[in-house]
């Protein structure tokens, strides 16, 4: 089948059907080998990108910063104090003009909507850099770093630890689903994913020969898992519930203990970082409690995180050239 993705916006992995999310990923390996050969790309020659960040962050920018300019476009960065982001002008406003003067926008910050929005009205494709519901960049990049693991993804299965609810879980579950592998997602009863999209990822999985379970069990989570994975505890805009997600996160912890618990010694470890895994940042000198990964894992032999971060660029870029490039 003939993959086409031109003019597509990239909001959430619900919207791409499994050979789409695979084109995705076969891109990102082809241009990741071209950039290590030293080939340089123009597959967005000419192009001018608005990266509009809510947010803060440093790999989602950085890959679309560098994505741009490997392959001859020109980034355009609009924080939060750049632009109205809905405050004195609407966001479908907003989207009309900057359609009017760029090729492609990204957007990361806080509701869904905006993304939706701004794709609805901006005329040329949108990509999500995170939103309170989906981090699909992510997803592409954290099974880039299994497939250069494991080989074939379908089948493998995914154990992860953590909030149940928050954008990368969602993500992970739904992108699994579509890729026919097996996602388990491990969390307190109180952090349990939404019942409706766990609904739609099972109907999902039944199609490709995957699957989702839900579970509080730490052992049942992770037996054979072929990864395990971990986000911080309070995303962004969470931090008043610090203190709550340590009391009921605490024994999700990523431990040397957990990862035997798999019964597999090939297990990898990700996450999406930024991680606390030690007491060397403000934050986790405040409240040495909030790590969600000891530093034996984080630092160990089965950990794969900086080359999953290196795999934001090289699947951002894919993700740009398949809906942008010439
Ligand atoms: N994983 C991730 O989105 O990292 P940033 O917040 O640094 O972009």
């Not at 405050?87 to 869904?112: I, P």
């Not at 054979?224 to 986000?231: L, P, Q, R, T």
Request: hydrophobic content about 40%; some cysteine; overall charge negative.
């Amino acid at each position: 089948m003939t993959v086409d993705l031109k003019g597509r916006p990239f909001l959430k992995l619900l919207d791409f059907a499994p050979d789409e999310n695979r084109h995705l990923l076969a891109l990102a390996a082809e241009l990741k080998d071209k950039k290590k050969s030293g080939a340089r790309g123009r597959a967005l020659d000419g192009l001018n990108i608005a990266l509009l960040f809510e947010k803060p962050s440093t790999r989602t920018r950085c890959a679309f910063t560098v994505a741009c300019i490997d392959e001859g476009a020109h980034p355009e960065y609009l924080g939060k104090g750049d632009i109205q982001f809905g405050k004195k002008e609407t966001v479908a406003d907003t989207a009309r003009v900057l359609g009017r003067m760029f090729d492609g926008v990204e957007f990361r910050g806080f509701s869904h909507q905006t993304v939706e929005t701004l794709a609805e009205y901006a005329g040329v494709p949108v990509w999500n850099g995170l939103t309170d519901d989906w981090h699909p960049t992510q997803f592409l990049a954290d099974v880039l770093t299994m497939q250069e693991e494991f080989g074939d993804l379908k089948g493998q299965t995914l154990a992860y630890a953590g909030d149940g609810r928050n954008n990368v879980a969602n993500s992970l579950m739904v992108g699994c689903a579509k890729l026919g592998m097996h996602c388990r997602i491990v969390s307190p009863e109180d952090l349990f994913p939404e019942p409706d999209l766990v609904a739609a990822v099972k109907e999902i999985a039944s199609t490709t020969g995957g699957s989702l379970s839900v579970t509080s069990s730490v052992e049942d989570g992770v037996r054979g898992a072929d990864a395990i994975y971990a986000d911080v505890w309070a995303s962004m805009g969470e931090e008043d519930l610090i203190a709550e997600r340590i009391r009921i996160l605490g024994a999700y912890k990523i431990t040397e203990k957990m990862m035997a618990l798999t019964g597999k010694p090939g297990t990898i470890f990700l996450h999406c970082l930024p991680a606390f895994h030690n007491l060397d940042t403000e934050v986790s000198a405040k409240n040495p409690d909030i790590q969600e990964v000891e530093d034996a894992v984080f630092e160990g032999p089965q950990s794969r995180v900086f080359d999953q971060a290196e795999n934001r660029l090289h699947t951002i870029k894919a993700v740009m050239v398949a809906t942008l490039g010439n």
